[in-house]
């Protein structure tokens, strides 16, 4: 369903600007429906986030889903520039909490839907800004093994982590099966 609403909101919003989505997370906000964080790339290489709402609309019999008689609408109701975000501060990284905060000229407070979610943007606007700014964007409060690049780190998100966490836990299996000289 994320790779569908992906290339729904990529195609719909980001491409007629000449941008594309690279990354995106669901976010808690006050306004009825659905929001997203999103960061995308300009053609000449410009990185933005955005503050994306969507929501269900009745539309024309043009449009497509027309078996449900809704459709959905995107509107981006905040941006700022990849380079004018000064600090992305996670706010405690020894509790499981999706808040962070995005300091800019003023404190942006988000809440993402999980702490996964948190994280997964994170790498991507760190891998972004030393990608095409060529400098590191400053994390602050963030549980580095989740954010550092490792032996086996790609940018392919959670799952590599979590591969991780499998693959040291099956060493400690074996080696507790291993016997023990005595004496």
């Known amino acids: 369903m994320s790779s569908l609403l992906r290339e729904e909101m990529d195609r719909v919003l980001f491409r007629p600007e000449g941008q594309t989505l690279k990354e995106f997370i669901e976010i808690e906000e006050q306004q009825q429906g659905r929001h997203f964080l999103c960061v995308s790339i300009s053609k000449d290489k410009e990185a933005q986030i955005s503050v994306v709402m969507c929501r269900r609309v009745k539309h024309s019999r043009t449009k497509k889903l027309q078996h449900s008689g809704l459709e959905d609408s995107y509107e981006r109701t905040e941006t700022w520039a990849l380079t004018d975000l000064l600090i992305l501060d996670g706010r405690d990284p020894d509790t499981d909490d999706p808040c962070f905060l995005m300091h800019f000229n003023s404190v942006r407070p988000i809440r993402a839907v ?70």
């Open 114 to 183: 999980s702490c996964a979610a948190k994280y997964t943007l994170a790498r991507c606007l760190l891998s972004l800004s030393r990608k095409y700014h060529h400098t590191a964007l400053k994390l602050k409060n963030f549980d580095w093994t989740y954010i550092q690049p490792t032996a086996m780190y790609s940018d392919r998100g959670d799952c590599v982590v979590l591969t991780q966490v499998c693959f040291y836990a099956f060493n400690l299996v074996c080696l507790s099966m291993c016997p023990v000289p005595l004496a």
